[in-house]
C-alpha cells in the first residue's frame, strides 16, 4: 500500500513521517529511540573530572527511496531490526570505536600551562537561581565561599569537580530566532517604550541576558506575520527567473531588518547565522513552497541549482549591505521533513551536489566568509557523516547543524570524534514540544560539544502565533507579545536560557566537569527528558578567567551537592526542576554578570 500524503509541522513528526523519511535515507538513531519507549535510558556517561561522552552511532537499516513510499516494508523494517540494534549497542560498547577518517582534532582536551590555582579560602561565589515555577527568576541568592574539601569526604559521590586546566570547545553564545512573526511582534506589536524594554532584555550586555547568537531564517519558515508563505523571488507559477532579475528582500526592511539591527546596537558582537527553508516554488519539482507528501524536491537541472547557490548569496550580500553579516548558513532546514509550510525534501546527496558544486564554488567566487554547516536536523549520523565525508562538498563544509526533536544528544560527539576539527552547533528547539527543558538542552549540547545552542521563536503572542497553517502546534517562544495590549511576558525559556546568557560570555571556552546523570534517547512531544533522574551541569572559563558552572535538576525532588574546585568546595541544594549558574573570581579575574545583580524582568 502507498503512504497518504503527510502533512505536519516540522517539528510535529509522526511515526508515518519518520518511515517516509527512512524511505528517503534518512537514518534514524532507532536504539535510542526504542530504549526511550521502552523507558530505559542510554548508556552512562563517563564520570570523573574531565570524563567526557562517547558514544558510537548504531548503524541503522533504510529503506532506499524509489518515488513511493511503501509503508509496510518501512514499518516492517523498523520492527525487526529493534532486538538486533539494542544488541548491537551492548556490542559497540564493549569496545568498538567510531572510525575517525584520518582527521586530525583540533578540540582535543588543552591542559593549560602553568601552576594550579588553589583559590583563597572563602572565596566568594555568586549564585543566580531560576525555579521551575518562576518565583525565582534568575535572582541573585546569598553568596557561598569556597572552604577547604571537607566536603568532599561527606559527598563523595555528589561532588562536581571542575577542572579549568582541562579545556575543550570555545563557545560562540545562545539565543534564538527572528522569525519573520518574531520580528513583527517586536516591531509592530509594542510601543516604542515597550519594544526598547524588551529588547534591551534580550540583548544589553548590561542590563539583559545578552543573547549573542541568532538565527534568521531565509524568506519564510513556518512563523510568518500573516501566514502566508513566501520566498525573495516569487513569480507566476509558470514562468522560471533564472537571472534572479526579481530578487528582493523588501519585505525584511519592514521589521526583520529594523530588529536585528537593533539587537546589534545592543550588543555589538551578536553573530547571526541564516537557513533557508524554502528556495522558489520554480526550483522546485512541485512548483509550490511547501513540501506536502515530501514532493518539493529540487529540480536536477544544473542551472537551477547555479540559480540556488545565487539566490542564497544574493540574500547574504543584502543582509551584509544592510549592516547585517551572517556568519554562517545552513542550506536546508529540516531537509527530510514534510510540510504543509515552506520546506524541501533535500536527501544527503542533493545537499552534497549544492554544496560541492554551486554554493561552495559560489560563496568564494563572491569573497564571502560565511561558514555552510550541514544538516540542520534531528540527532541522527548518517546524512551529516556523509556530507563531511564527500571529498567534494568536505572541503567548503564548516561543521554541522543540529536539532533536538528526535534521537540521542550524544550523537554530536560521535560527528565530533569522526570530524574533531569541525563546528557544531544546536540551531533549533521550540520550547513546548522539545522532550525537555531548555536549560537542560543548553547544558548537554555543550556537553557535547555544541558551540552554540538556540531556542526557536524569539516571540510569539497569545495563540503560539501568527503562523503559516497547523503550523508548530503547543510551541511557544522566549517572549509572548499580546499585540492588543502591547504588553510582553518573559516565559520559563527566557530565563533558563539567560542561566547561560548571561554569564557564559562569547570566547568562554568549555572545561571539564562530571555530571550525575546518563543521556537518553528523545522523541517528539514525549516528555521524560534528556536525562535520568539528577543534576546535571557545564563549567565554562571565560576570556576574563572568570568561571560559570551551570546546573539543572531534573529530579521530583531537592538535590544536595558539592562544587569542588583546586582543592576547595562549597555545598548547595538545588530545588526540583531549577536552574542554577555559580561564577567565581579565576586567578587575576572577578566573576560578573552581563545583567544587574538585584533583579530580573517581571513575568
Known amino acids: 500500500m502507498r503512504t497518504p500524503l503527510i502533512v505536519g509541522s516540522g517539528r510535529s513528526t509522526t511515526i508515518l513521517a519518520l518511515a517516509a523519511a527512512l524511505a528517503l535515507g534518512a537514518t534514524l538513531h532507532r536504539p535510542a529511540l526504542v530504549a526511550n519507549r521502552l523507558g530505559t535510558p542510554g548508556a552512562p556517561m563517563a564520570q570523573g573530572a574531565g570524563a567526557e561522552a562517547r558514544r558510537v552511532p548504531i548503524p541503522a537499516r533504510t529503506v532506499p527511496y524509489s518515488g513511493a513510499i511503501d509503508l509496510a516494508a518501512v514499518t516492517q523494517a523498523v520492527t525487526t531490526s529493534a532486538a538486533s540494534d539494542v544488541l548491537a549497542r551492548g556490542a559497540l560498547a564493549r569496545g568498538a570505536l567510531l572510525a575517525r577518517g584520518g582527521e586530525r582534532r583540533r578540540f582535543r582536551r588543552v591542559r593549560q600551562s602553568g601552576a594550579p590555582h588553589t583559590g583563597a579560602a572563602g572565596a566568594a561565589v555568586r549564585v543566580y537561581l531560576t525555579t521551575s515555577d518562576l518565583r525565582k527568576r534568575l535572582a541573585r541568592e546569598p553568596d557561598l565561599s569556597f572552604r577547604p574539601s571537607d566536603a568532599l569526604h561527606v559527598l563523595p559521590r555528589r561532588t562536581i569537580r571542575v577542572d579549568d586546566r582541562t579545556a575543550y570547545q570555545r563557545m560562540d553564545g545562545f539565543g534564538a530566532a527572528f522569525t519573520d512573526s518574531s520580528a513583527w511582534l517586536l516591531h509592530d506589536g509594542l510601543g516604542a517604550d515597550a519594544r526598547a524594554v524588551a529588547m534591551r532584555r534580550l540583548f544589553s550586555l548590561n542590563d539583559g541576558i545578552g543573547l549573542s547568537l541568532m538565527r534568521v531564517p531565509i524568506a519564510a519558515s513556518d512563523f510568518t506575520r500573516d501566514g502566508r508563505p513566501y520566498s525573495y523571488d516569487d513569480v507566476p507559477r509558470d514562468q522560471l527567473d533564472l537571472a534572479l532579475a526579481h530578487f528582493s528582500v523588501r519585505r525584511d526592511e519592514a521589521y526583520i531588518i529594523p530588529i536585528i539591527r537593533q539587537a546589534l546596537r545592543l550588543n555589538p558582537s551578536l553573530k547571526t547565522m541564516a537557513g533557508a527553508w524554502s528556495p522558489p516554488a520554480w526550483m522546485k519539482t512541485n512548483k509550490a513552497l511547501d513540501n506536502i507528501g515530501y514532493a518539493g524536491r529540487l529540480l536536477p537541472d544544473p542551472v537551477v541549482r547555479a540559480a540556488l547557490a545565487r539566490y542564497i548569496v544574493l540574500f547574504l550580500q543584502a543582509y551584509a549591505a544592510r549592516g547585517i553579516p551572517i556568519f554562517a548558513v545552513t542550506p536546508n532546514n529540516e531537509p527530510l ?112 560539544w555544541a558551540q552554540g545552542a538556540l531556542l526557536w521563536n524569539l516571540a510569539l503572542d497569545t495563540r503560539g502565533g501568527p503562523k503559516a497553517g497547523d503550523g508548530c502546534l503547543g510551541c511557544y517562544a522566549l517572549l509572548t507579545v499580546n499585540p492588543a495590549k502591547h504588553t510582553v511576558a518573559y516565559n520559563r525559556d527566557y530565563y533558563e536560557l539567560g542561566q547561560a546568557s548571561r554569564f557564559v560570555h562569547p570566547g568562554a571556552r568549555r572545561v571539564a566537569s562530571n555530571t550525575f546523570v546518563t543521556y537518553r534517547g528523545v522523541f517528539l512531544r514525549q516528555h521524560p527528558g534528556y536525562t535520568s533522574p539528577g543534576v546535571d551541569d557545564v563549567a565554562f572559563k571565560n576570556p576574563d578567567g572568570s568561571l560559570a558552572l551551570m546546573a539543572y535538576n531534573n529530579a521530583l525532588s531537592a538535590q544536595t551537592f558539592a562544587v569542588a574546585w583546586h582543592g576547595r568546595s562549597f555545598r548547595y541544594t538545588l530545588p526540583a526542576g531549577a536552574t542554577v549558574t555559580f561564577t567565581w573570581a579565576g586567578p587575576g579575574s572577578s566573576p560578573r554578570a552581563r545583567s544587574p545583580a538585584a533583579s530580573a524582568p517581571g513575568r
Open 337 to 448: 521533513q514534510a510540510t504543509d509550510h515552506p520546506g524541501l525534501t533535500l536527501p544527503a546527496g542533493d545537499e552534497i551536489d549544492l554544496i560541492a558544486h554551486y554554493l561552495g564554488p559560489s560563496l568564494v567566487r563572491a569573497r564571502l566568509r560565511t561558514k555552510i554547516l550541514a544538516f540542520d536536523y534531528d540527532w541522527t549520523t548518517d546524512y551529516p557523516l556523509q556530507v563531511l565525508r564527500d571529498k567534494g562538498a568536505s572541503p567548503y563544509v564548516a561543521g554541522t547543524a543540529w536539532h533536538c526533536y528526535i534521537g540521542h544528544p550524544t550523537l554530536m560527539t560521535s560527528v565530533h570524534d569522526a570530524f574533531p576539527h569541525r563546528d557544531a552547533y544546536e540551531t533549533e528547539c521550540s520550547g513546548g514540544i522539545a522532550p525537555g527543558p531548555a536549560a537542560e538542552l543548553i547544558i548537554l549540547s555543550a556537553r557535547n
